[in-house]
DNA sequence: AATACTGCCAACCGCGGGGCA
DNA sequence: ATGCCCCGCGGTTGGCAGTAT
């Protein structure tokens, strides 16, 4: 088949972005919103890819984006997240307004693989290092895929389901300088469940019975958020509160014996 | 002070999926 | 039904800054 490459390679600046560059990115985009990548850097006047233009403004440019460290509460969140969700940076983002998927990628790689390993935690896993079984993938694909079982977010269920069931527990990137420095003991996946959790010293039963305070009744569509303890207004989101309301992330357990 | 090493992060690359003709 | 186009995602790389020797 063979993909035409995105961009006019020979006539596009690559690596940092310049002020003025930066500038103009965002003057069209406050002028036009948020369009057509492939045309914007035409139509703005710069000398880039449309994916380099929507990465800039996605990572870096965006008015909404929280800069600074991330709070012990986020680094909690993000593990919880990876723990079900596993590698999928885009979701967990979603559930952290002002963060990016690139900015949580690099954070998970850099500090929280090796928070994780300082707890004993095999950040992989989420099971403790030294422990001779590996998450089991159909088990915990099958897991996930129920606890995520989507009503309104489908999307978010269905690539959850299918990132767990192809790899349960997606390696860390083998190149990227935390890994280097981190990435030793860690299984390559595979082997028996046993059920135990896959990370102890976290809640992660989300599949069945209410939530803590609820008055949902068991068979009720559930926020994934409010299922990780989250709450709208923290870091969830979602509108968990306010039933009816658009941007929910429903999730609905599955009845006895059900199966995606 | 110079050099080597390490950590961090912005940016790039290639692929998969969805939409559309 | 098929193929193309575009977007978005995850993995990876490169370069800069800070630290150690």
Redesign the pocket.
């Known amino acids: 088949?063979g993909?035409?490459p995105?961009c006019e390679?020979a006539h596009t600046?690559?690596?940092?972005?310049t002020k003025e560059e930066d500038e103009r990115l965002v003057a069209y985009i406050r002028a036009h919103g948020?369009?057509?990548?492939?045309?914007?850097p035409k139509a703005a006047g710069l000398l880039?890819?449309?994916?380099?233009c929507?990465?800039?403004w996605?990572?870096?440019l965006r008015p909404d984006l929280k800069r600074g460290n991330f709070t012990d509460e986020e680094d909690e969140i993000i593990i919880r997240l990876h723990a079900i969700l596993?590698?999928?940076?885009?979701?967990i983002?979603?559930q952290l307004p002002g963060r990016t998927?690139?900015?949580i990628?690099?954070?998970w790689?850099?500090?929280i693989k090796?928070k994780l390993l300082a707890r004993g935690i095999d950040p992989q896993t989420h099971r403790p290092l030294g422990s001779a079984e590996a998450a089991a993938p159909g088990v915990v694909a099958h897991r996930a895929a129920a606890l995520l079982h989507a009503t309104t977010a489908p999307?978010l269920a269905?690539?959850a389901a299918?990132?767990l069931a192809a790899?349960p527990t997606?390696?860390?990137?083998?190149?990227?300088?935390?890994?280097?420095?981190t990435s030793t003991s860690t299984s390559s996946g595979g082997g028996a469940s046993t059920g135990e959790p896959r990370c102890p010293d976290l809640n992660l039963d989300l599949s069945v019975g209410p939530p803590p305070a609820a008055d949902t009744p068991p068979s009720q569509p559930v926020c994934l958020c409010y299922r990780l303890g989250l709450r709208a207004g923290e870091a969830c989101g979602c509108q968990a509160d306010k039933p009816g309301a658009g941007g929910f992330r429903y999730f609905r357990p599955l009845e006895q014996g059900q199966y995606i």
Do not use: F, I, Q, V
């Not at 596993?86 to 979701?91: A, C, E, T, V």
């Open positions: 088949m993909r035409s995105c390679k600046n690559k690596g940092a972005w948020e369009g057509c990548w492939r045309s914007l880039r890819c449309g994916k380099s929507r990465l800039r996605m990572n870096y596993g590698n999928k940076w885009s979701l983002a979603g998927d690139n900015e990628k690099n954070y790689n850099t500090h090796r999307a269905a690539a299918r990132t790899k997606p390696a860390a990137s083998s190149s990227d300088d935390g890994a280097r420095s």
